[in-house]
Each structure stands twice: as C-alpha cells, then as structure tokens.
C-alpha cells in the first residue's frame, strides 16, 4: 500500500489547524471524498443539524389530519406525515420532481426540493406502542425513548440495545429490570450503576463484573455481598442494607455525591472504554479493527473521523452510521449502504446529496425517494440523461466551491440547540450556527402550569398513585413533565425515590459522560508511564490506569 504525507490544515468554522493524516489521505482516495475543509470538530458539529434531539410534541399530519408525536420542531420549513402515511402509496415523492438549473447553487435548489417534500414524523419501524418514541426498531411497548433497537416495556432510554423493563437506561444493552444505569451490560436489578457487566441485584456499582449482592462498590470481579469493597456475610448484608433507604430523594442525593467521590478518588479507570478492539484510537470501540478517531462503535473495521455507528467497513467522515455501511462518507445518519456520500437519513448505492431516501441507486440530489434509479432532484431520467446531467451539475458545483461538501446547515432539520449537537457540542453558541446560515429555537418551552417537582414528597412511601396525575416543573429546565403510572409502579415496587430533574435532562446528563471526543494526557497510576485518556481533567479523576497495568490489576 502506497503511503502519503500528512496535511497541515485550517479549519474553515472555527480557524484552528487540524491534521489530515496518511491514513485518512488513503481512505478519503479509496471512498472518492475530496480532502475536508474543516476539522473533525465541525464537521461533527454540521453533522448533528441532521439529528434532532427536540422535545416530544403532539402535532398533526400535514396529509391527513391525524395527531402524532414527534421530535421534530413547531412550524417546520417542511411538511409532516406520520410514519405509516410517509410508507404508504398515498403520495409520489417523484411528483416534486424539479428540473437542474444551471445558473442557480445546487444547494438552494436542493433546500427548495427539502421545503416540499415531507417527512415521517418519527424515524424507525416495526414498533407496537412505541408513540413517544424517535430513532426507535423493532421495539415494543417504550415511552419518551430515543435510538433504541430490540426494546421492551423501556421508558426514559438513550441509545439501548435489547433492554426489557427497565427505566432511565442511557448507551447500554441487554439490561432487565433495572434503573438509572450508564454504559452496563448483560445485567439484572442493577441500579444507580455505571460501565458494569454481568451483575445481578446490586446499587451503585462501577466497573464491576460478575458481581451479585453488592452496593457502593468499584473495580470488583466475581463477588457477592460486599458494600463499599467490603466483604459481608448473606445475613450481614442483608441487615445493612435494610438501613440504607432508597426511597428518600434526599438519600439518594446523598449516595450519588458519595458514588462520584469514589469515581474520583478511589476507583481505577482504564484508559478507553474498547473491548475487542485492535489497531484503533478512540473510545467506546467494540469488536473494531483498524478504526482511527471512531467513537462509540460497534462491529466495524477500517473506519476513521466517526461517532456513533454499527457493523461499518472502509467508511469516513460521519454520524450515526448504523448497519452495513461500505465504502461511504461525509455523511449524517445513513444505515445499509454502499458508496453513499454527503447524505442524511438515507440507504442506497452510488448515490450523493440524498435526505430521507430508501433503498435508491445511482440518485444526486434527492429526498424522500424509495427504491428508485437514476432520479436527480427527484426527477427520473435515463441513464445516460442521468450520468450526463449528474457530471454538468458536479462541475458547475465544482465551480462554486459546493462540491464534496456536506449539506449545508440552512437545511438542518430543527434548530440546532434542539438537535444532538447539545450533547456533544453544549459550547456551540447561537451565533456561530447563525452565521452559517442553520437555525436557532427561540421558542420557549418552560411551564408554571404545575408544581416544583422539588415539593414532592421526600420518600415515595408518602405518596399515592394519583401523583402521576400531577403536572410538575422540572427545578433546571423548567419543562413540565409526570410521573407515567408505569414510572410510579416500578419505583413504589422497587422502593425508590421519584426523580426530580425532567427525562430529557437526566438522560443528558448520563449520556455526557460518554460524550467525550477529545483524550488527555495522564500518567498511569500503576506504571507512571505517558498515556492519553477520555477523562477531562475537571472531572478530577485522580487514578487513571495503561491497558496493560488495567489488565493485571483490576481486571
């Protein structure tokens, strides 16, 4: 294999210099990408206009009337079907086919197509009872969930693979019955608990595996019965941990304060989060070969500058790439394609500039198309028509600077500070995304129509099913939000404090921890050698272990 010098580089957006190195010179020349503008940073930033994160809405459906729920925001630029009505024959997507002008930006015309035709109110399929839902497959029975697949009887989920009755999940799979948990896996009654595994009846746990019966522990492996890493007998845990009451808030508030001291203080992190994982850089990798700067991604070989994205070969530049997803790039939120670039919500083959297609071939500049050929602007043409136009609109792109670059944020679907951009990228201001033309929500979602969710009862045992009738207004956002009957069911079963803080805010607040792209320079606590790891220096984590000292220490 040929090998090329790396590129020094002046980010467009945000003016700092970047690196284009050998390895992303090789595959941009493999994938037929032009060299990027701009750095991984912005490209990620303009990325994430094409993935909403608004807050659940009742609307109505601009074909037919019915009510919906959806994420997308109030008054779109453009039309709103439900789901079932956008996959069915009642309307033709072909039929807003525009002709090309030449004397116009591609991109504007391409906006104009957007602003006509519609989109499905919810993104996935094949759900039963999964209406408060978005970015949601093959699930069933979830409520005021997002990017969840395999799923049942799940409310307040973030990113969930197989999970089953279960509350307040955020990037974990196969969990059960279990509550307020990050990044754990394979796990039953596990609660308050972060990157476990294997664990059965336990609180509070980090990085444990294989552990039952524990509460307040870190770091352990194969145990049972032990609080804070001490070992009990059966009959002595049991008896403190009848003393420990998890239905008072102002107790659970107390142990989470307790539980981050220990992150910072006591527990052993390792340096990444990658299992399985060989010859890659990034965090969150699992089963991954060859994946340079991926982020949160699972099955993929020789992949670079990702985040977020599943079962993935010889693909760059992108967010949330899901399913089997080859030889593409510079895309937002593509699933099960082959040589897709500069695209969003889409799947298809040899094809560029799509949004919301499905299963299209050889298609430039099109939205909303399902299973057609040789379409541009949705308009449907012969192939060689289609091959002789597709070149004549690339070279006057070329001409304007337009070409190879991502869609621009003016036809970003919400605005930005109700997309996922606020998990990654909280920073960005309103003016930065202003200035390049994307939109900004001024709308104001606060309510007074409730009571303080911080006037509720202390403990859940003082409270009575009816409280799920009751509006309240999260003490952060000032969003009004319930408690749903399933929600009290669950907690009065478990005995466990009502939460105070809005959904969308708790699960913010867990899904940031793994919303970390850039690595610090650390000493192993072990080894003292130089190592880079996720950890932001404020988090004040003050034991951070090599792989390899990990490995024989704690794992």
Known sequence: MSTKSPKNKICTDCKDEFIIDSGDLLLYEKVELKIPTQCFFCRLKQ?????????????????SG???????????RYPIYKSHEWWSDDWDPISFGQDYNSNRSFFDQLKELQE????????????LNCDWCDDVWHSKNCYLTRSVFKCENLSYGYRVIDCKDSFDIALSFNLQNCYDCLACHNSFNLSFSENSKDCIDSYFLFDCRNCQNCFMCWNLRNKKYCIRNKQYSKEEYESELKK???????????????FETILKEEAVHRENFNLKTTNSIGNYLTNCDKCVNVFSFEDSQNCRNQLRGLGNKDCIDGMGIFGKVEMSGNNSCVLDSYNVKHS?????????????????????????LHKKKYCILNKQYEKEEYEILKNKIIADMEKR????????????????NLST???????????????RGGYWSEEDLSQTNGISS??????????ESDISKQALICPETKYRFNISEAEYEFHKRKNFALPRLHFDLRMLKKAQKTAVLRSYPYRCVYCESDITAYYPPEWGYKKIACEGCYKQNIA
Request: proline letters at 7%; aromatic letters at 16%.
């Open 66 to 76: 019915e009510s919906l729920i959806t994420v997308l925001p109030n008054n779109p």
């Open 421 to 435: 951009a606020i998990l990654y990228f909280p920073e960005v201001r309103k003016e930065f995304v202003l200035e």
């Open 116 to 127: 006509k035709v519609p989109r499905p109110h919810q993104v996935g399929k094949d759900n």
């Open 454 to 463: 911080l006037d509720l009862p202390d403990s859940i045992f003082d409270t």
């Open 47 to 63: 990325y994430s206009a094409f993935w909403p994160f608004g807050k659940f809405r009742k609307g109505v459906s601009d074909l």
């Open 244 to 258: 420990i009451k998890l239905d008072l808030y102002k107790n659970i508030e107390i142990l989470k304060t307790e």
């Open 401 to 416: 600077g337009e070409y190879g670059k991502f869609l621009p944020y003016n036809m970003g679907l919400c605005g930005y």
């Open 344 to 368: 969003s919500w889409s799947s298809g083959r040899y094809s560029e500039y799509l949004d919301i297609c499905d299963e299209v071939e050889y298609c430039f500049g099109c939205i909303g």
